[in-house]
C-alpha cells in the first residue's frame, strides 16, 4: 500500500514538473499572453483537467517557480560551504543570476510583472524567491559574523539590502532592453565591485 502510494506521489510530481517546464517552454517561445491552458494541454499530451489538480491558472504558473528557485539557490550554497565569504557571497548571487537567465527572459519579464504588480502579497512571504534570497544572504553573512570571519561591526543588514537591491534592479534592467546583454556576465561585473566594496573591507 505505501508502494503504491510513493508511486502515485512520484507521478504526481512528475506531472506537475511537465506541465510546469512545459509552460516555460511556451512563454518563452511566444510570450504570456499568446499561450493558453489549452495550448500548454495539447504540447504536455495531458487533460485540462490535469492541469488544473495542480495548477488554479496560467498565472499560478509565474508564482509556482519561487519553489524552484529557492530549491537551486540552496543546491548552489551547499557546493561552497567551506570558502572564504566574499567568494560565498560571489557564488550566491551569481547563482542567483544564472537560476533567473535559465528560466528565460519572457518567462523572467512576466514574473518580474508579477512581483511590481503586487501579486507576491498572496504569497507566504517566507516563500517568495526574493525574501527567501534575502534571508539566506543575511544568514551567511550573520555567520560570517559569528565565525569571526566579517568584523561585528559589519552592517550586515545595510550589506544585504544593497546587494539585493542591485540584483533586483539588474533583473528588472535586463528585462527592460529585452534581453540586449548576458545577465551572468554583467552580473559579475557588478556584483564583484559591489562585493569588494561592501564585504571585502570587512573581512577580518
Known amino acids: 500500500m505505501q508502494e503504491h502510494v510513493n508511486q502515485r506521489t512520484l507521478q504526481a ?10 509552460s516555460v517552454t511556451l512563454i518563452n517561445e511566444r510570450g504570456f499572453e ?8 495539447k504540447a504536455c499530451g495531458l487533460s485540462k483537467g490535469a492541469f488544473y489538480h495542480h495548477f488554479n491558472s496560467k498565472l499560478d504558473i509565474i508564482s509556482g517557480i519561487e519553489t524552484m528557485l529557492n530549491a537551486s539557490i540552496n543546491e548552489a550554497m551547499e557546493e561552497c560551504e567551506d570558502v572564504k565569504i566574499r567568494t560565498r557571497v560571489l557564488v550566491f548571487t551569481n547563482s542567483l543570476l544564472s537560476i533567473v537567465d535559465k528560466t528565460g527572459l519572457e518567462f523572467t519579464r512576466q514574473r518580474t510583472k ?3 504588480g503586487g501579486d507576491y ?8 524567491f526574493s525574501n527567501y534570497s534575502r534571508l539566506k544572504l543575511k544568514e551567511m553573512l550573520d555567520t560570517a559574523v559569528e565565525k569571526g570571519e566579517l568584523a561585528e561591526k559589519t552592517p550586515v543588514s545595510i550589506v544585504t539590502e544593497m546587494i539585493m537591491t542591485l540584483l533586483s ?10 534581453g540586449a546583454y548576458s ?3 554583467k552580473g559579475w ?3 564583484e565591485f559591489a562585493v569588494a566594496n561592501m564585504v571585502d573591507k570587512y573581512c577580518v
Open 121 to 128: 502579497i498572496n504569497e507566504k512571504e517566507s516563500d517568495t
Open 114 to 116: 508579477y512581483v511590481v
Open 34 to 41: 499568446n499561450v493558453t491552458v489549452d495550448d500548454i494541454c
Open 169 to 178: 534592479g539588474l533583473i528588472a534592467d535586463w528585462c527592460i532592453f529585452n
Open 189 to 191: 561585473e557588478l556584483t
Open 183 to 185: 545577465l551572468t556576465d
Open 13 to 22: 510530481m512528475r506531472t506537475k514538473k511537465k506541465i510546469f517546464n512545459t
